[in-house]
């Protein structure tokens, strides 16, 4: 059974793997794609042998598949084609209909830990916390996360609600001078970074504009190879095919630690909360900083693009200023049921 690079998310074997084991190219029969790469699918065995091996026989268990997507969103085909996928892959087709879960090696407390750390620099101890984290863990783990060079935008956007009745020149369109700047939800007050989104819609609609105001969004291009911290999907971006295989098990353990690292820099904050719920994110931040990284990716809460919090402002060249009229605000709104509610 052939296949290619296009039936799986994992970049590991999108960009590594398969285009080195290949030995023909043209249309892929597993999911159509043309003009790829292909190999045979028993060609990736020894792979997932090391990461199905993380998996043990379990009766209240579940089906390996299940867990692969999961676990490490691996494939983009459908199920039903990707039981079948790893069934040729592992040449195993009973044992692709055999109930495991993980085993013990994939325990990790690195989630309760953050937790535990969160709660302790917003309640008690900011400066010196004295919560047992695992710093070296979580600057190991900074390394599976880089930001894909291939999907880099250079063109991003900042906004500002235009107030004085004229366009801001190009030079007031920058990160904010330090006696300036207030805290964010990445940098603490006094430490300006540069925020910057995707789109010119993602910047807007990040300040929060009201129907009817005026606000300007000026252009900045930023060099491809920084040396910049994605946190919008974890589970995507790590490939534990790139792992050495005693390291899969624990990073799969430390999966949700991540996700909930991106929730940080994510989940709405109400105004009046921001100067005490801001602050683990903005450790969060520092500590990218510290281990040399020059900014952070997260995906935009109150739009579909992502956001650029730029640790070194000066990287990040300015051009033009664009006028725009803000016409309309989206509202979304789900009920909250209270404990009176469901009497």
Same mark, same amino acid.
């Given at each position: 059974?052939?296949c290619?690079?296009r039936?799986?998310n994992?970049?590991?074997? @999108?960009? &590594?793997?398969?285009? !080195?084991?290949?030995?023909?190219?043209?249309?892929?029969?597993t999911?159509?794609?043309?003009?790829?790469?292909?190999v045979?699918?028993?060609?990736l065995g020894?792979?997932?042998?090391?990461l199905?091996g #993380?998996?043990?026989s379990?009766?209240?268990?579940?089906?390996l598949?299940?867990w692969?997507?999961r676990?490490?969103? #691996?494939f983009?085909?459908?199920r039903?084609?990707?039981?079948?996928?790893l069934?040729?892959?592992?040449?195993?087709?009973?044992?692709?209909?055999?109930k495991?879960k993980p085993?013990?090696?994939?325990?990790?407390?690195s989630?309760? !830990?953050?937790?535990q750390?969160?709660?302790?620099?917003?309640c008690?101890?900011?400066?010196?916390?004295?919560?047992?984290?695992?710093?070296?863990?979580?600057?190991?783990?900074?390394?599976?996360?880089?930001?894909?060079?291939?999907?880099?935008e250079?063109?991003?956007? @900042?906004?500002?609600?235009?107030?004085?009745?004229?366009?801001?020149?190009?030079?007031?369109?920058?990160?904010?001078p330090?006696?300036r700047a207030?805290h964010g @939800?990445?940098?603490?007050?006094?430490?300006?970074?540069?925020?910057?989104?995707?789109?010119?819609?993602t910047?807007v609609?990040?300040?929060?504009?009201?129907?009817?105001?005026?606000v300007?969004?000026? &252009?900045f291009?930023?060099?491809?190879?920084?040396?910049?911290?994605?946190l919008?999907?974890p @589970?995507?971006?790590?490939?534990?095919?790139?792992?050495?295989?005693?390291? /899969?098990?624990?990073?799969?353990?430390?999966?949700?630690?991540?996700?909930?690292?991106?929730?940080e820099?994510?989940?709405?904050v109400?105004?009046?909360?921001?100067?005490i719920?801001?602050?683990p994110?903005?450790?969060?931040c520092?500590? /990218?900083?510290k281990?040399?990284?020059?900014?952070?990716v997260?995906?935009?809460?109150?739009?579909?693009?992502?956001?650029l919090?730029?640790?070194?402002?000066? &990287?990040a060249i300015?051009?033009?200023v664009?006028?725009?009229?803000?016409d309309?605000?989206s509202?979304t709104?789900?009920?909250?049921?209270?404990?009176?509610?469901?009497e």
């Amino acid at each position: 059974m052939l296949c290619c690079g296009r039936c799986f998310n994992d970049r590991g074997l @999108r960009r &590594e793997i398969i285009p !080195r084991l290949a030995q023909e190219k043209g249309k892929c029969p597993t999911c159509g794609a043309k003009d790829e790469d292909l190999v045979d699918a028993i060609e990736l065995g020894d792979y997932f042998e090391s990461l199905c091996g #993380i998996y043990s026989s379990s009766e209240d268990g579940e089906v390996l598949v299940d867990w692969l997507i999961r676990d490490w969103r #691996i494939f983009s085909v459908d199920r039903a084609v990707a039981n079948s996928l790893l069934v040729e892959i592992l040449n195993d087709g009973e044992r692709v209909r055999q109930k495991v879960k993980p085993s013990a090696f994939c325990d990790s407390d690195s989630l309760n !830990r953050w937790t535990q750390l969160r709660d302790e620099l917003r309640c008690r101890n900011r400066f010196f916390p004295e919560t047992d984290f695992e710093h070296d863990r979580l600057e190991e783990l900074l390394g599976s996360l880089i930001f894909d060079s291939e999907v880099w935008e250079e063109g991003w956007y @900042r906004a500002r609600i235009e107030n004085s009745g004229t366009l801001y020149p190009p030079e007031e369109m920058g990160a904010p001078p330090g006696e300036r700047a207030i805290h964010g @939800r990445a940098n603490p007050a006094g430490i300006p970074y540069l925020y910057l989104g995707s789109t010119p819609t993602t910047a807007v609609a990040e300040i929060r504009p009201h129907p009817g105001e005026i606000v300007c969004v000026a &252009e900045f291009t930023v060099p491809r190879g920084l040396k910049v911290v994605d946190l919008r999907n974890p @589970r995507e971006l790590v490939s534990p095919f790139l792992l050495r295989d005693e390291d /899969i098990a624990p990073m799969r353990g430390d999966i949700a630690f991540l996700e909930r690292l991106g929730q940080e820099l994510t989940t709405p904050v109400l105004p009046d909360a921001a100067a005490i719920d801001y602050i683990p994110s903005q450790y969060l931040c520092e500590f /990218i900083k510290k281990c040399g990284y020059v900014g952070v990716v997260y995906s935009s809460s109150v739009s579909d693009g992502m956001n650029l919090a730029l640790f070194a402002p000066g &990287e990040a060249i300015v051009g033009r200023v664009v006028e725009y009229s803000v016409d309309a605000v989206s509202v979304t709104m789900s009920e909250r049921l209270t404990g009176k509610d469901n009497e």
